[in-house]
């Protein structure tokens, strides 16, 4: 059983950045895949990043390339997302989530509560 738990969501003007963290409780954080995703109402789950359960591979959505950067600190049990030159359109409701991996959402067994990402223009 892994609880994560995400924190670093905010208000933020076109163009500047944020760091979102997600805290995973157990034993077995290292063990797992983690992925980032994000929604808004209305519409589906969209993937945004995932990375190895070692930290050597990651892949992103393309509209996030160049963007956002994935890591992972397993001694502290937190995955990051790192977010720049955000967009209006980059505002969703974040949530991390623990796994296999990939893109699909189905990869996925654990699930944070999502932290609130807000970009204004």
């Known amino acids: 059983q892994v609880q994560l738990v995400e924190s670093g969501g905010g208000l933020v003007q076109a163009g500047g950045s944020l760091r979102l963290s997600c805290a995973a409780s157990?034993?077995?954080?290292?063990?797992?895949?983690m992925g980032w995703f994000r929604q808004v109402p209305g519409k589906a789950r969209e993937f945004v990043a995932d990375?190895?359960?070692?930290?050597?591979?990651?892949d992103y959505a393309d509209s996030m390339k160049g963007r956002f950067t994935i890591s992972r600190d397993n001694a502290k049990n937190t995955v990051y997302l790192q977010m720049n030159s955000l967009k209006p359109e980059d505002t969703a409701v974040y949530y991390c989530?623990?796994?296999?991996?990939?893109?699909?959402?189905?990869?996925?067994?654990?699930w944070g509560q999502g932290t609130q990402v807000t970009v204004s223009s």
């Open positions: 989530a623990a796994g296999t991996g990939g893109s699909a959402y189905l990869g996925y067994d654990y």
């Open positions: 157990g034993r077995t954080f290292s063990s797992y895949a």
């Open positions: 990375i190895s359960w070692s930290g050597d591979s990651t």
